[in-house]
């Protein structure tokens, strides 16, 4: 079937809700901040179901995020296959695992990141004892800072700080650690956390368990669903995030694809 380009929301966030789990970075990205940087794409229009690509273009690096169940694999990479002369030369995928082979061989991938995708399930956590503040964009620098030297592979869209999106641990005058999010959108109640680090220095003592709760607590408001995605081989982010309340839902690469020739 021929590619069709989405331009309904209401329509993307009914398809995205079936499994908000899922899907939460496209309904994040359905944002009127994100959205004017989305292009969306599928074969089945008129179902209402079936898998939809999102290329996102509002970063350095063109994102494209394409998520399905076991059962949908085989839909979503003819989707892909039918895709490739529409994608940038190299750009950053989110992609269930095997589904990249449908770009080859106009693409090979550079980089692959297993990583897990945790929502969290059983309520709040409790807060914790170090005091925490709400950052603001007059604090874009020291979290590019702290980001650098802790967090050096980290994406980082400073706009999430004008709404409230960060919070951090400061000694002496110094953030020493932060959380944060990645999308956060009121209007489809949903938010990705991202960001969270401590600075070397200050491991150990509970610091991004603070910030995580914080925020947890700040979202709650305007959230239905909270998720995050962490690294299949940082176990201690895993553990950490299960004690928090957090449960895997779903597990995906990241990768960098860049063109063959």
């Not at 995708?117 to 409790?126: A, S, V």
């Not at 005091?131 to 620098?141: A, Y």
């Not at 980082?156 to 110094?174: H, I, K, N, S, T």
Request: aromatic residues 6%; hydrophobic residues 40%.
């Amino acid at each position: 079937m021929p590619l069709i380009s989405l331009h309904d929301r209401a329509a993307l966030a009914a398809r995205f809700r079936t499994d908000p789990a899922l899907h939460l970075f496209e309904l994040g990205d359905l944002d009127d901040t994100l959205w004017p940087n989305t292009t969306w794409y599928t074969a089945s229009p008129d179902s209402g179901h079936g898998p939809v690509a999102l290329l996102y273009s509002g970063g350095d690096t063109p994102v494209l995020l394409a998520f399905a169940r076991s059962a949908d694999v085989p839909a979503l990479k003819s989707l892909l296959h039918d895709l490739r002369p529409f994608l940038p030369r190299r750009f950053t995928a989110g992609l269930p695992d095997g589904a990249e082979r449908a770009l080859a061989p106009d693409y090979a991938v550079e980089r692959r990141t297993p990583l897990l995708r945790m929502l969290l399930t059983d309520g709040l956590p409790t807060e914790v004892a170090h005091e925490t503040q709400p950052l603001t964009l007059d604090d874009v620098d020291a979290v590019r800072a702290l980001l650098t030297e802790s967090y050096p592979d980290s994406w980082f869209d400073p706009r999430m700080l004008a709404d409230g999106g960060y919070v951090g641990v400061r000694e002496d005058g110094r953030l020493v650690s932060v959380a944060g999010v990645h999308v956060h959108s009121p209007a489809q109640r949903v938010a990705v956390l991202g960001n969270v680090t401590t600075h070397p220095d200050a491991r150990g003592r509970g610091l991004a368990r603070a910030c995580v709760t914080a925020l947890c607590h700040h979202l709650a408001a305007t959230t239905d669903h909270l998720g995050l995605n962490v690294r299949t081989d940082n176990a201690p982010a895993i553990r950490l995030y299960e004690r928090l309340g957090f449960t895997t839902v779903a597990t995906y690469n990241e990768l960098v694809l860049g063109a063959a020739s």
